[in-house]
């Protein structure tokens, strides 16, 4: 080698080993020491019910717990396109959950995603939104969760692609995509809307799913809430380009999971319908004026019934809805007694995108949180690809006027495959 | 139309009109009575089978979809006078008050036993959520499971039978 190539080669790595010492300085954050378990009863009750409230906007029960487990105490995995995380334990249990951690530390989870000991944590946790949150309404989270029953219960290590395991790699991820400071009031628009994006944008976390990301993983800012994809899911976009939505039919449709021209929440947004028929209506009223003033309230698409066109277009499917699904889809069908939507008003028939119609009849619908909320079984085990092609390409031209989906049966095959990855 | 399937072993062909409930043919064409008819909107179990192994609503099944797929019902498990590990569980629990889901519920619990031979009480939960029994016997049932999957690991330890 050459003497002066070897100089730049030894100048060239002196220089990266220079920058990564200072990106794991600039990375570096201190722990925060122990304390010890805070006693219960020292909190005050109104400070833990505000807090309860709180945590079930933010949906904490639904991430960190496991199926069948105990609330708040871990394990669920979270699939994403970067290997599968695993929910933390977030009981006051001291060996594996949050019991010697101070308001301080679980501010600074929150807020900077940083964890006790100082290590980074993955922004699974929406730590670009909860960053927003009030520090008393932090507080008020701290004291609910520190008054749980601790579950010693310690998460699965996570499974990620290398080199995502390290890391000090996630400050450079915030630098980009952590935008601190709170959710600037606009006195113009009155309280409720003002209480509403405070809690879209901080602890209800609605872009997390509905605002579309980017190859890292980071939320595209300047598309806030125009639609994204959850767990399989396509989140529909919440900014007007998929239709209007009134303030009084998102108080109903968010409160019970069920609004009779609009559909049912299914997917992940089961669960999040589920917390939020928990909460105070007038949180739950500020959160659909948010929303509202997002989508704009254009009027739902009139319902259509074409039956015999699309049973002439798709004998097939006509004859397997006849068999699978009429008897809760068709005319006359008792499941559509009590405020329950036809086919024909339901987002996902509607959409461009089959998916989340693919997913509906591949994983159904699950068990109801209310009286009215109906159950869909799956029909995964029970229909081929081509089979669940025919009958989707049968509903849609049958209660849409929307031209039909292409390379449908290949979509199935596609997401019935995704659906088997842990 | 004729559809070629396999029941409980034996190639059958069936004459039902396509779009017809595989519930339906089991019972009215092919004389298996075992599955039930509860409510007919796959919210209930009753009518559970399983094809290809997988526990499935038969009532909401057309039977032109299952063109050489391989269904089971509860008579393909044991008889009265030589019943399967599962059915005998069920006896010995008096799982039964009624009995009116219980095909349902066997052929339900036997997929999973048949995938899994030592599931936790999770497990047996979760897989038989979708199942209901309006005499309210499911802590029988569940305990039916649960001493089947015993019977079924210590059989196969002794290596005697399957």
New interface residues.
């Given amino acids: 080698m050459k003497p002066v190539w070897r100089h730049l080669l030894i100048a060239g790595l002196a220089g990266s080993v220079l920058a990564a010492g200072v990106a794991l300085a600039l990375a570096w954050e201190p722990a925060i020491g122990r304390v010890p378990r805070p006693d219960p009863a020292g909190f005050d009750p109104a400070i833990v019910a505000r807090g309860a409230t709180l945590a079930t906007i933010g949906d904490c029960a639904v991430c960190h717990t496991a ?2 487990g105990a609330p708040y105490a871990g394990g669920r995995a979270l699939g994403t396109p970067f290997g599968t995380l695993y929910a933390t334990n977030i009981t006051p249990d001291e060996a594996t959950g949050l019991g010697n951690w101070s308001p301080a530390a679980f501010r600074r989870a929150m807020k900077d995603g940083v964890r006790r000991d100082g290590e980074h944590l993955y922004p699974a946790l929406p730590y670009e939104h909860f960053t927003h949150v009030r520090d008393d309404d932090l507080d008020a989270i701290y004291a609910f969760l520190m008054t749980r029953r601790a579950v010693d219960s310690p998460a699965p290590p996570n499974a990620l692609i290398p080199p995502l395991g390290f890391r000090p790699l996630l400050a450079g991820w915030k630098l980009l995509f952590l935008h601190r400071g709170p959710v600037e009031p606009v006195p113009e628009r009155g309280e409720a809307w003002n209480r509403g994006a405070y809690l879209v944008e901080g602890l209800g976390h609605c872009g997390g799913c509905h605002t579309p990301r980017n190859l890292a993983g980071g939320e595209q800012g300047r598309r806030s809430l125009a639609g994204g994809v959850a767990e399989g899911w396509n989140a529909p976009p919440l900014d007007g380009s998929a239709g209007g939505w009134s303030i009084d039919a998102l108080v109903t449709y968010l409160g019970t999971g069920l609004h009779s021209s609009r559909g049912v929440a299914a997917g992940p947004m089961g669960p999040v319908t589920e917390g939020l028929s928990q909460v105070p209506a007038e949180d739950l009223r500020a959160i659909a004026t948010y929303i509202a003033s997002r989508t704009g309230n254009a009027a739902p698409v009139p319902v259509q019934e074409r039956a015999e066109e699309a049973a002439r277009a798709h004998p ?1 499917g006509a ?2 809805f ?4 009429a ?2 889809h068709g005319g006359g069908a ?2 559509l007694a009590r405020n329950r939507p036809g086919l024909g008003t339901a987002t996902p028939i509607l959409a461009a995108d089959p998916r989340n119609a693919i997913q509906a009849v591949l994983q159904g619908i699950p ?1 109801p949180v209310g009286p009215d909320r109906p ?3 799956p ?1 995964s ?4 690809d081509r ?1 669940l092609a025919e009958i989707l390409a049968y509903a849609r031209a049958r209660f849409t006027a929307e031209p039909p989906w292409r390379d449908l049966q290949e979509s199935v095959t596609r997401i019935r495959k995704e659906n088997t990855r842990p | 139309m004729t559809v070629r399937l396999t029941i409980n072993g034996a190639e059958r062909r069936v004459e039902s009109p396509p779009d017809t409930p595989l519930l339906y043919v089991l019972r009215d064409e092919v004389g298996l009575n075992g599955a039930k008819y509860g409510c007919g909107l796959g919210q209930c179990g009753a009518c559970t089978v399983q094809l290809d192994g997988r526990p499935v609503f038969s009532c909401l099944l057309p039977v032109g979809a299952l063109e050489g797929r391989q269904v089971r019902t509860v008579e393909g498990l044991g008889t009265a006078a030589s019943p399967s590990i599962l059915q005998r569980a069920f006896e010995e629990e008096q799982a039964a008050q009624c009995g009116y889901c219980i095909a349902g519920m066997i052929m339900r619990a036997q997929a999973l036993l048949d995938r899994v031979p030592d599931p936790d009480e999770a497990a047996i939960r979760a897989h038989m959520q979708a199942n209901l029994c309006r005499c309210g016997t499911h802590m029988r049932i569940l305990r039916a499971v649960r001493r089947a999957a015993t019977a079924m690991r210590s059989t196969v330890s002794r290596g005697t039978a399957p």
């Fill in positions: 199926p069948s097939e004859g397997l006849a068999g699978a699904c008897a809760c008792p499941m068990a159950f869909m079984p029909f085990d029970a229909l081929g089979q």
